[in-house]
């Protein structure tokens, strides 16, 4: 039995809205985690990589179909892309916590250039424990 055009194309329109409304929640949610606003952090705190990277630094929606971003209840690992008037590439981040409800902390964050090169951006120091060894 046919569909009438104007019926299709109501029904398409949702459905993708509804899509579009899904992915936007899912990237806010990872945008506000704190191992994604610490990253961040530490990236604004490196001269070098602001420098290389170039004014104004965007920082865009993650490839949530990309194999590296992965996140559970005491890992997660996530590839953010970066971009500036010079160059741009990927923020790569790993941070970890002791138990779910617990603080999450940086383990390491570097800045892969799309030319390969790596900017390190921050490497947790076993030996200062909790205190951060910027690289």
Known sequence: MPVPLGKLVLFTSVTTGGYALVYY????????????QLALEQLHSRPEALETL?????IHYL???????????????LKIPVSGSKSEGHLYISSSRDA?????????VFLELKDGQQIP?????EEDGDEVKKE
């Open 25 to 36: 929640f899912i990237q806010k949610t990872f945008s506000r985690a704190s191992y994604y």
């Open 54 to 58: 170039g004014s104004p630094l965007n």
């Open 63 to 77: 490839q949530l179909t990309d194999k590296y971003n992965f996140v559970d209840i005491a890992d997660a690992k």
């Open 100 to 108: 779910p409800f617990k603080r999450w902390h940086l383990e390491e």
């Open 121 to 125: 951006v921050f490497k947790h120091s």
